[in-house]
């Protein structure tokens, strides 16, 4: 048998550069790798590029060279020249409206260019009788000092559900959320950053990463707070007791059990009933579609078809066809009971920033959108022609990750971007703000870039697809700026060049991790030194707290999963670490001792607090000074992530001496009485 031959490197890679697929990228140390050629005939294949044969390539080239129209929707900063391909000067151009004004063209190399509107939002182009939308960005996403009045302001950020309340039946809550932004609203506090808040799988309990959700569109119930809706005593579940992790699969059924029996009994609550009626009468298409993707997705596991829609019968594949109609129509029961939860969920998040906003605070919830979606869920069953297939995000080699990392998530195809003009990005932004006043986008490398895999690759043997960046960021500053809300990005790892500036030119903040600021000789840059327009933080949900790296819990985590001792070096290393951050901390002025954990988070929340920053926030674990952090990259059950509660409500915890004083030093440095610059 004759193997077939492989493509010729210079037009598959020619294919590759008009697909918009990297041929090369550079690793942490920043040596170029070229990316093989097997790697990028699967990576164009999956995208929808045949590349086989020279034929093929040749096929796919003329496709997406061939000239393209104008698209649906294109996006401009408010005041800025925007450049129209093709079109001559003479041809008629109205910006419509209530009083339709003509746009005068001038000529330009590529065709004509206008003056963009100075009123930033969504207007309509009407040109030479055909129509398309154009998103004019603000000249900056809202700031920090608008929302909050304070030139340098602080928050904490919370896992939500870790947080510990009597009676939440062993998940934290949005309840919870709005207790702990009264008390530190209190403080001055004027954000809590949350973990995301998307729904997961109901029926599948033991999927519960925040960062690995079914949809992105819609809310995780279990995190819903009945107690906004219904009466005390029907408050979900007994107290766990003391136990430090959460049991998802025995949780998440005893809350889903109350849930369904406070739907069968919801006409005794005539105001929850009345408010349920009105929601579920325009839930919008999305929430409906994972309403019924939950509930044939419990079907389906019931009868042994298995969790992943992929493997269901074919007929159940298809969100469209008559048999998936005939099952809404005889489960309708069972699609509105899910519904119902989507309608908690949301009453509880809005209900909670409505008490954060009223304590003070002037920014209140911060939403985190998860980079990716996991193949098997919702948001793609109901749209898989619109996320890439065959392909998982992740990230290549790098100094922690040496094998390069596979996420097992999916995301939306920059094609399927441009052919519905944006839609599916921007529900997924306005989604997360619905109930919010700031966003975090978790990897916003991901807007200009993303590393994809191959099905059954390894983790280091994919290639970066670009994405649109300038259009993303100027619809994420849109839509903050309607929403009156902060834009936060994720902008951590190997940074693309230039992505930081066009952040800071929209005004959206990126993150300045206190072990990951340094000066040019590696040493910690100075607080003063931290980029203004920036989120400083003392560590992530990724990486050791401060307690935790004082203590070396991280190199403990690793020599445990590997079966081997701590190395000698590493523990030379961590102490030398140790003494810079002290010498660090001393330059800075801050008279924190370091003789102990206790001392290190002090001085490091009074590192990140003097910040040039206009907004700190402090992970509520470092805020307490846990060990202990919410995940460590590169385990599934090798750690317990995502599994971690609080010994005690927050609220309580935070009454402590020496937590009050680390909130108090907030408070003079950031708040009432801070100089402000």
């Known amino acids: 048998m004759t193997a077939r031959r492989r493509p010729d490197p210079l037009p598959i890679e020619a294919l590759a550069r008009a697909a918009g697929v990297s041929i090369e990228w550079a690793d942490a140390f920043a040596r170029p790798h070229r990316v093989p050629v097997d790697t990028l005939e699967r990576v164009l294949c999956a995208l929808g590029h045949p590349c ?11 496709a997406l060279q061939a000239p393209q129209g104008l698209p649906g929707l294109m996006t401009a900063d408010a005041g800025r020249e925007v450049v129209l391909p093709g079109i001559v000067p003479s041809v008629p151009v109205e910006l419509e409206g209530e009083t339709p004004r003509r746009v005068m063209l001038r000529p330009h190399r590529e065709g004509s260019v206008f003056t963009a509107p100075e009123t930033p939002g969504y207007h309509v182009l009407s040109i030479g009788g055909e129509s398309l939308r154009l998103a004019v960005a603000p000249r900056r996403a809202p700031s920090v000092a608008e929302r909050t009045g304070r030139a340098r302001a602080f928050g904490v950020a919370a896992q939500v559900y870790g947080l510990r309340q009597v009676g939440d039946g062993g998940i934290g809550h949005l309840g919870a959320v709005a207790a702990l932004a009264e008390r530190l609203a209190g403080f001055g506090a004027h954000a809590v950053a949350l973990s995301p808040l998307h729904a997961l799988f109901s029926a599948a309990p033991e999927r519960f990463s925040p960062y690995s959700p079914s949809s992105r569109l819609a809310l995780n119930p279990l995190l819903a707070d009945i107690a906004a809706f219904f009466p005390p005593g029907e408050i979900a579940g007994e107290d766990e007791g003391p136990d430090a992790f959460i049991d998802w699969p025995r949780a998440a059924r005893r809350k889903l059990a109350h849930l369904r029996r406070l739907f069968d009994t919801l006409e005794a609550y005539p105001e929850a009933a009345g408010d349920f009626r009105a929601f579920a009468a325009l839930p919008g298409d999305d929430l409906a579609r994972h309403a019924l993707f939950e509930a044939l997705h419990a079907a389906m596991i019931a ?23 005939d099952f809404a129509s005889t489960r309708a029961d069972e699609v509105r009971f899910h519904l119902f939860l989507q309608w908690l969920a949301a009453r509880s998040l809005a209900a909670a920033q409505g008490r954060a906003r009223e304590a003070g605070m002037g920014i209140g919830l911060v939403a985190d959108l998860a980079v990716g979606l996991d193949p098997a869920g919702s948001q793609a069953w109901s749209r898989p022609g619109d996320l890439l297939a065959g392909l998982a995000i992740g990230a290549p080699p790098d100094l922690i990750n040496v094998a390069g990392q596979n996420w097992g998530l999916t995301a939306i195809s920059p094609t399927a971007l441009a052919a519905q003009n944006f839609e599916l990005f921007l529900a997924a932004i306005r989604a997360a ?64 060049e230039g992505l930081r500036a066009e952040m800071t030119a929209l005004g959206i903040l990126g993150m300045r991790v206190l072990p990951f600021e340094r000066d040019t000789d590696g040493g910690l840059l100075p607080p003063q030194d931290w980029q203004a327009e920036a989120v400083g933080m003392t560590s992530t949900h990724d990486l050791p707290t401060i307690a935790g790296w004082w203590h070396g819990r991280d190199l403990h985590w690793r020599a445990r999963i590997t079966a081997s001792d701590v190395a000698a070096e590493a523990l030379t290393a961590r102490a030398g670490e140790r003494t810079a951050f002290t010498t660090a901390a001393a330059a800075a002025g801050i008279a924190a001792s370091l003789d102990d954990a206790d001392g290190a988070v002090d001085a490091a929340v009074a590192y990140v607090a003097q910040s040039a920053c206009d907004l700190a926030i402090i992970p509520l674990e470092d805020l307490l000074g846990l060990d202990e952090s919410p995940n460590l990259p590169g385990t599934v059950d090798e750690h317990p992530n995502w599994r971690r509660r609080l010994s005690a409500p927050a609220e309580d915890l935070l009454a402590a001496p020496r937590i009050r004083a680390r909130l108090s030093l907030l408070q003079r440095t950031r708040g009432e009485g801070a100089a402000q610059r």
């Open 303 to 325: 009868e042994s078809h298995g969790p992943d829609w992929r493997k269901w019968p074919a007929p159940l594949r298809d969100p469209e066809s008559p048999e998936v109609a």
């Open 433 to 496: 703000l619905r109930h919010a006043g700031g966003v975090r986008i978790d990897h916003i490398l991901g807007l200009r870039r993303l590393w994809l895999v191959p099905d059954g690759a390894g983790a280091g043997e994919g290639a970066y697809l670009t994405y649109p960046l300038q259009d993303l960021l100027r619809l994420v500053a849109i839509e903050a700026h309607a929403h009156g809300a902060i834009a936060i990005g994720e902008d951590l790892g190997t940074v693309p």
């Open 52 to 62: 086989g044969t020279p034929a093929d390539i040749r096929r796919s080239l003329a």
